[in-house]
């Protein structure tokens, strides 16, 4: 088999270019497929609402049930779209705390989970703002679904010799073992209402910075999410 590289650049055979499309193809079928599924449930409730409104159009809990669905359903394509842009970055040198604070305005945290800040204001981190926000929310509601009788949620952002670490940190229940292989695996959730994004989304925003994601986590005593950046190179 003849192979030859330019610079980065791999040429493929056509041998290996037939196994890349048939992975291709094997996984849009499964995201095709999870999407489908995802999206059923709000649309036939949408479809049964619009029945009974033509029997009764004055039913305002029918209208409700439309509202709802369809809020279930954009929420259901946002994450998708959230998951597959990930890798589309526009970086620019900012303070990590002040993206840990969009990342939190941008959250709905119920009255019982206090919030704690633990930054150090004089780090920067060179990502892109929002996505890196989003990647720090998406995490930000595993944790509030985690204490769903209240608790402590943590952001702390720290230095380390090579990197900037932004943490997320909830007293909740921990992590279910059997779901701690798949957490990072798109559309496998172990959550009833959880279509499986959020964490893959966070992930993946992150490495698409160069970063990595990893967490730590105990049952009964709660997860630490911690992201990790490079630090911006220093010109002398």
């Excluded at 952001?155 to 921990?174: H, M």
């Amino acid at each position: 088999m003849e192979m030859s590289e330019l610079g980065d650049e791999k040429e493929f055979s056509s041998e290996e270019m037939q196994e890349i499309e048939r992975q291709v193809i094997k996984k849009m079928s499964h995201i095709s497929s999870e999407l489908a599924h995802d999206l059923r449930s709000p649309l036939q409730t949408i479809q049964n609402a619009v029945y009974l409104l033509q029997k009764s159009p004055d039913n305002e809990m029918l209208y409700d049930m439309v509202r709802q669905s369809l809020k279930q359903a954009t929420g259901i394509l946002d994450s998708f779209r959230d998951y597959y842009t990930g890798h589309v970055i526009n970086p620019l040198e900012t303070k990590a705390a002040k993206i840990a604070d969009l990342a939190l305005s941008n959250s709905e945290i119920p009255n019982n989970i206090s919030v704690v800040r633990d930054y150090d204001e004089s780090l920067y981190v060179h990502v892109d703002p929002a996505k890196t926000a989003l990647a720090i929310q998406k995490l930000v509601i595993n944790a509030v679904e985690a204490m769903e009788d209240g608790g402590e949620l943590r952001i702390s952002i720290f230095d380390s010799p090579d990197s900037v670490e932004i943490r997320i940190e909830d007293s909740g229940t921990g992590i279910p073992p059997e779901a701690e292989e798949f957490l990072f695996e798109p559309f496998v959730s172990s959550k009833k209402q959880g279509n499986g994004l959020g964490v893959p989304t966070a992930k993946r925003i992150v490495e698409s910075h160069g970063g990595s994601l990893s967490f730590i986590t105990k049952k009964g005593e709660g997860t630490k999410f911690t992201l990790s950046f490079p630090k911006p190179s220093v010109d002398t």
